[in-house]
DNA sequence: ATATCCTTGTTAATATTATCACAACCCCTG
DNA sequence: CAGGGGTTGTGATAATATTAACAAGGATAT
């Protein structure tokens, strides 16, 4: 990265997509690649695409375009993959399972080591190979178990003590899909996906068309 | 609202924050709040959220606030909840029965009516109380048995036909799960949920907490 | 009634984000 | 190895989005 410059977030979510497209070419067996044709490809203006990267440093090289291997392995350098990450699920209803099954199928850098559940009848059985612990050992689990990423799939009611629980267990980032914004200490990040704020944008852009 | 005045995308995915924060206000019985207070809950400024709900009409009074009962009322109108909308949800694997859980625990305003999958052992079983049936019957379904919101968790290589089926069998939106950009005609609107950018950005964040 | 206190709606200022435009300069062809 | 074509990196500009500031005017207390 160029000095200590602050990243905006608008590129950094931007990124990941860069990478699927990147990805795509990889398996296509495509070289190269111009801003040009990933803008074609991606939506993003050739401009935009030629800026966000240049913020990482220059991976292109004029007249040619950027090496779709290179630019795919900078990308995965700058955001951090290429090691593996540990994570525990709270949560073990159906919302749970399928980010475990989402995750154990998408890529071997993310490896979900235990679920956790309130539920007597849970405790105990495996899913998809992993087991099911109780949350009242999350904690001290955690301190056994260092783990990168907690991931909250429990009700809005009882998202906000699994959230302690992780961030007493040490955990360096959440991801959380209960609909409600969680307090955590600054310096821990939060993704938060929450379904149903989506789905009333959706339902909002249904009912104005023009607005799209 | 004012005008055919275009509101931002960014105005309108706040909206179901505020929607969220209102319901939990009603909740606990709170008669009335100011933009102020509203600011301490939720974490946008005082000024954007006044400048926001200004966008669609003056719902608050001086020197009093907002009506939380009937602030809600209005954002449930702009956003255009308070009827039913029929879905159908393309892939009954894991994550398509945990968003036919979802919905049919969130809210009455949603309702799946039919899965659809490929896999022949799975069609003709029911999931949540609603039947699994081919997804080569989708189109003739859809126009059987009018829906509103397609929701796509199928696999990325098999987005892009379920996606030109739900259009075919005449849906008004799509929420899509899979992590690919899905091609579709002008004026049908799309929510995406893309799962491993989500998890990306997050890991970027893990390794440059100081840039939260 | 009246005066004070609040809080909105709204305009102006600032900050952030995206696009444009082009010089620099490398690839590629002959 | 020279010239034409193509593409980047980047500074300037435009567009969006957020925050600040405050006049207007209702709520509340007395």
Chains 1, 2 share one sequence.
Not at 128 to 135: D, F, K, M, P, S
Not at 170 to 176: D, K, L, M, P
Not at 182 to 198: K, Q, T, Y
Request: proline residues 3%; contains cysteine; negative net charge.
């Amino acid at each position: 990265m160029k000095q200590n410059e602050k990243i905006s977030p608008a590129v950094i979510r931007r990124l990941p997509r860069y990478l699927r497209a990147l990805e795509d070419l990889e398996n296509s067996n495509t070289e190269r690649i111009s801003s040009g044709e990933l803008s074609a490809l991606i939506g993003y203006t050739a401009s935009q695409i030629r800026q966000d990267l240049n913020h990482f440093g220059g991976f292109g090289q004029q007249g040619y375009g950027y090496n779709v291997k290179d630019l795919k392995a900078e990308i995965e350098k700058i955001l951090g993959l290429g090691r593996q990450y540990k994570m525990v699920i709270v949560g073990a209803g159906r919302l749970g399972q399928a980010i475990n099954s989402f995750i154990s199928s998408y890529s071997d850098d993310f490896c979900v080591t235990s679920l956790f559940d309130v539920k007597e009848e849970l405790i105990g059985k495996e899913k998809h190979g992993v087991l099911i612990r109780a949350v009242d050992d999350l904690t001290a689990y955690l301190k056994e178990n260092p783990t990168d990423i907690g991931v909250i799939t429990v009700t809005k009611e009882n998202a906000q003590s699994a959230c302690d629980a992780l961030v007493a267990g040490g955990v360096s980032g959440i991801w959380n899909f209960a609909p409600i914004d969680l307090e955590r200490p600054a310096g821990i990040p939060m993704e938060n996906v929450h379904l149903s704020d989506n789905l009333h944008s959706l339902v909002y852009y249904i009912n104005h068309p023009e607005q799209i």
